[in-house]
């Protein structure tokens, strides 16, 4: 006979069953594991026997149906594998299941063994620890002895597959910081159905509040749930110990079974017992046979209860019916207790013999006539209700937001932001400049879309230094035949637009994207016909605006090389072209592109792009003076591009309001936009030009928006002292001294009288603060900005053309009539714009950093004077 560990035992002596039935806790490793079968039917037949005794004394009087269910009671610890117990089931005990994880769930317990108490928790523990090992060993796989504090000869622990395992005391292991004992987790996981069960149903987290372990355990990439390492842990460590455990309680449960029918089979009359043929010699009503228990117990497993009238025989002995009926409800009770193992649907069929009934023609509900039969009314046979229950969690754990997986869209960045660099322009070899430049000539479709291809890859190509790129200063007639390209596809030869009225409404970016919203939300928007669409008769060729926009993205790209600054800022042909496609007309009362062949979002972009390039071309950028009609276009288109991403009055507010709106950061566009106007109007000469292209309705249009994005209240100034909002507020006070320096006399004393304006209280203010910090860092970072402040308001203070560098000749015979009175071009009259403000002037008069710089300084006490 070969056991479940393996190993070949002798055959049982009578001394050595006689000390297994004394013991009812043999430990795991013991000679006593098996039975032999004829030894334990013996046994088993001896014990029913008393059984059928006491119930035949005791008839109807409810005893335990504990000894005709086949039921086996493994009464010690796991680690032992449950060895039988002959003596049968308590009342209301579950076969298999409890009795390890209690202890003292058999009351008879002590008696049988008087010499042997209670078994404790220590003890259980560790029959159970060396159970595991033992089979682990036997599995090739065997657990480090600091973990089950069993020696193992077999483990090594450089090759053991259990070395990332962390021991926290004999029996334990440590998982998120916490001590996982092996005996608690096998005890709660068996009761709750089996490892497989949880992890059919999802259930390891119902687990976790029993170890106060976390839900989630930080990893270097990430998080990573503590469920699925704990049901990892216990399905590579545990799971064989629960399937060897289980499968000793089946087999256990199948011998006792075979036992009990066997000394059923020899307890029946002869009258009873089966013909050769198959049928039975005498047929006995089953009205007449006492209901046993495992009767009732079938019976109210149908849905039936009990006949109290029913009543047995004279001699006490059951009849044929009375033993069918067992055996169906021992086999009933088998196959339901498998199906809850397996967590399936319970059988529901009718019995054997029912269906044999029915079979032969037989009504199954009919009881059988004889002498002493009664007629009793057959009972309706319910079957079992099973409902299914579903929890709904209160809420739900997702790992997404708004439908989108946020993790994978952070990975996806990291990757794109570590993509390969630019290649050098030498990767590509020798590129035939001539070959573009006929292939750009001749229109063709297919060349065209060739030649433009490889010049934008070209101008994405960077030199053996930053500046260094694609040289377009020796490539002249290719940027000719390219301009002449962009002009054919915006205008096809149409002349160009009158220059910007004075009167004329200036349309900005805002408005644009409005107005594109408003077109592209309209029902069936992609079926109506707009401008820039594309026309059915062009064939199979590019639309015409996806080539201008590629034009306009290479001219871009040219100007990002420091190399190319200075040859394309000399170029007035390129700057025309381009802010004379960025012009914007009215159609119906609404903004469109002055080219037709662009709509209304090629217009948006092409702005942006056009403004880009203006950046980064504006440092070289020299006007003539007197500038052409061709110079003054360019300036006037300029300006109001510019301007376009400046009015707008929601978008013209100081850092708080632009940081409650939700950018963190200055806005980007505006940024551009200052730093180009800044950068444009930097020389005297190009502030000269300005000043004669630009209406002064406009300049005090963006005179004002720039005042109104300074801050006022002590939040604005805590967010400028960030670095970027730092840089912003420096180009917007740039910004409004150049624009003071441009504006005529008249719009100086307009801007002067405003006093919805708030220029003197806004910019003392911003004088102040800057200037009176405690901090001598960022006072230096600051002086920068109070010096151009000071500025400003000394030229809108003098009201003076600053351009008109003519002087009053001095009156005869003038000269040593007296110091400062005749001739002295510095004496200044009329109250200061802070003369109002003495105090504050005289304290910052009183600063060293201002007594440091004399012009500042003269400015300052210029504008504190009373006449």
């Known amino acids: 006979m070969l056991p479940q560990n393996g190993q070949i035992r002798q055959p049982l002596s009578q001394h050595q069953l006689d000390t297994f039935m004394s013991n009812s806790n043999p430990a795991f490793d013991s000679p006593y594991f098996n039975l032999d079968p004829s030894q334990a039917a013996k046994q088993m037949q001896a014990i029913n026997n008393a059984n059928q005794a006491r119930s035949r004394a005791s008839l109807g009087g409810g005893i335990s149906s504990g000894s005709f269910l086949g039921g086996i009671n493994p009464t010690h610890d796991p680690a032992s594998g449950f060895s039988p117990n002959p003596q049968g089931l308590p009342q209301g005990s579950n076969p298999g299941m409890n009795p390890f994880l209690d202890p003292m769930a058999h009351p008879n317990a002590a008696a049988r063994n008087p010499n042997q108490g209670p078994v404790s928790i220590k003890q259980r523990q560790a029959g159970f620890l060396n159970g595991l090992a033992r089979i682990m060993a036997q599995r090739n796989t065997p657990l480090p002895p600091a973990l089950t504090g069993m020696d193992t000869p077999t483990y090594d622990p450089n090759t053991s597959q259990w070395k990332m395992v962390e021991p926290a005391e004999v029996g334990a292991f440590r998982l998120a910081g916490r001590d996982i004992e092996l005996f608690k987790l096998w005890t709660l996981v068996f009761q709750a159905g089996g490892g497989a069960v949880l992890s059919r149903d999802n259930s390891w987290h119902l687990i976790l509040p029993q170890f106060d372990l976390p839900e989630e355990y930080p990893l270097p990439n990430g998080q990573k749930s503590v469920a699925q390492i704990l049901a990892q842990y216990y399905m590579a460590m545990l799971l064989p110990f629960e399937e060897v455990y289980r499968n ?127 007629s009793v009314p057959a009972r309706p046979r319910q079957r079992p209700s099973r409902r299914k229950i579903e929890y709904l969690p209160l809420a739900r754990d997702v790992d997404t937001v708004g439908g989108r997986d946020m993790k994978i869209i952070e990975t996806e960045t990291i990757a794109t932001s570590l993509r390969r660099p630019l290649r050098d322009i030498n990767d590509w070899g020798v590129v035939a400049v001539d070959a573009l430049t006929m292939s750009l000539r001749s229109q063709l479709s297919t060349e065209l879309s060739y030649a433009l291809t490889t ?104 100007s990002f090389i420091h190399d190319n600054a ?95 709106s939700g950018n963190t950061k200055p806005p980007y566009l505006a940024d551009v936009a200052l730093e180009t106007m800044t950068r444009l109007m930097q020389t005297d000469t190009n502030r000269k030009v300005f000043s004669k292209a630009i209406p002064e309705a406009s300049i005090r249009a963006v005179f004002t928006s720039s005042i109104h994005r300074l801050p006022v ?155």
């Open 248 to 374: 000793n309680i089946q087999t256990q449960q199948r011998k006792a079974q075979a036992s009990r029918q066997a000394s059923l089979g020899q307890a029946l009359p002869p009258s009873a017992l089966p013909r050769p043929d198959g049928t039975a010699s005498q047929r006995v009503s089953q009205t007449n046979v006492p209901q046993t228990p495992a009767r009732r117990l079938s019976s109210a497993s149908q849905g039936s209860a009990p006949n109290p009238n029913e009543g047995g025989q004279a001699n006490g002995q059951p009849s044929d019916g009375s033993v069918l009926d067992q055996e169906q409800g021992i086999k009933r009770k088998l196959e339901s207790e498998e199906a809850d193992n397996k967590r399936v649907r319970q059988k529901t069929e009718p019995l054997a013999a029912d269906s044999a009934a029915a079979t032969n023609g037989i009504d199954p509900s009919s009881t059988p006539s004889g002498p002493t039969s009664m």
């Open 455 to 558: 010049f934008t890859l070209l101008s994405t190509m960077r030199g053996d230094t930053p500046t260094s790129g694609f040289p377009i200063v020796q490539c002249s007639d290719l940027l000719e035949e390219v301009l002449d390209v962009l002009e054919e596809r915006a205008f096809g030869g149409v002349e160009d637009l009158p220059e910007f009225s004075e009167g004329s409404q200036l349309t900005t970016h805002k408005e644009l994207v409005n107005a594109l919203l408003e077109v592209e939300s309209q029902p069936f928007a992609s079926l109506q016909p707009r401008q820039g669409a594309k026309d059915p008769d062009i064939g199979p060729r590019q639309r015409p605006g996806n080539i201008i926009i590629t034009i306009i993205n290479i001219i871009r790209n040219l």
């Open 566 to 660: 200075g040859f394309l800022a000399q170029q007035e042909r390129v700057f025309d072209l381009m802010l004379r496609i960025c012009s914007i007309t009215m159609k119906d009362g609404k903004p469109a592109a002055a080219a037709s062949a662009l709509s209304l979002g090629d217009l948006i972009t092409i702005r942006k792009d056009t403004m880009q390039t203006l950046m980064h071309l504006a440092g070289a950028m020299q006007f003539s003076d007197p500038p052409s009609k061709t110079t003054l276009s360019i300036v006037s288109r300029t300006f109001h591009l510019l301007a376009s991403y400046l009015v707008d009055p929601s978008e013209a507010v100081s850092p708080m309001a632009c940081v409650q």
């Open 713 to 867: 209240g002590d939040p604005d100034f805590h967010i400028v002292l960030r670095d970027r909002w730092l840089g912003y507020l420096e180009k917007v006070v740039m910004n409004i001294y150049s624009l003071a320096f441009v504006a005529s006399p008249e719009l100086k004393k307009k801007i002067k009288a405003d006093r919805s304006l708030g220029l003197k209280g806004v910019m003392l203010r911003l004088i102040q603060k800057f200037l009176l910090t405690p901090s001598h860092e960022m006072k230096s970072q600051f002086l920068v900005s109070a010096r151009r402040a000071i500025e400003a308001m000394k030229l809108l203070d003098d009201c003076e053309d600053s351009f008109d560098t003519s002087e009053a000749a001095p009156a005869t015979l003038s000269f040593g009539m007296g110091y400062g009175e005749v001739g002295d071009s510095n004496t200044e009259k009329g109250t200061g714009l802070l003369g109002g403000n003495r105090e504050v002037a005289w304290d910052l008069l009183m600063l060293r950093e201002v007594q440091a710089d004399g012009v500042m300084f003269t400015e300052l006490d210029s504008l504190s004077r009373i006449e």
